[in-house]
Nanobody, 119 residues
């Protein structure tokens, strides 16, 4: 059984930085892609950044140039470095691990960590 545990959220002022971590336990080596998603109150959960096992990254337009996703394979951990934070970045951030097989994708989610950016 795979577990994803996020950490690193908190309260920060506009322009500040935070680094989120997601530690994967269990059969995490099966993931083809890992990423971060966020959900603000009353809104849908949206992709923030993803990274594949080959290191290909993808970012939401709203975070390009400010956020960086990376992995430490030895630690089975994925990180999200967030710089120049804005109030609109306030949300619960969820770690995601995806296992992709022909015609099917299985997703695993962490419980989320709150990020609040004050103006």
């Amino acid at each position: 059984q795979v577990q994803l545990v996020e950490s690193g959220g908190g309260l920060v002022q506009t322009g500040g930085s935070l680094r989120l971590s997601c530690a994967a336990a269990g059969s995490s080596s099966s993931f083809n892609v890992m990423g971060w998603y966020r959900q603000a109150p009353g809104k849908q959960r949206d992709m923030v950044a993803t990274i594949t096992t080959s290191g290909i990254t993808q970012y939401a337009n709203s975070v390009k140039g400010r956020f960086t996703i990376s992995t430490d394979n030895a630690k089975n951990t994925v990180y999200l470095q967030m710089n120049s934070l804005k109030p609109e970045d306030t949300a619960v951030y969820y770690c995601n691990g995806g296992i992709i097989r022909p015609g099917r994708r299985t997703d695993y989610w962490g419980r989320g960590t709150q990020v609040t950016v004050s103006s």
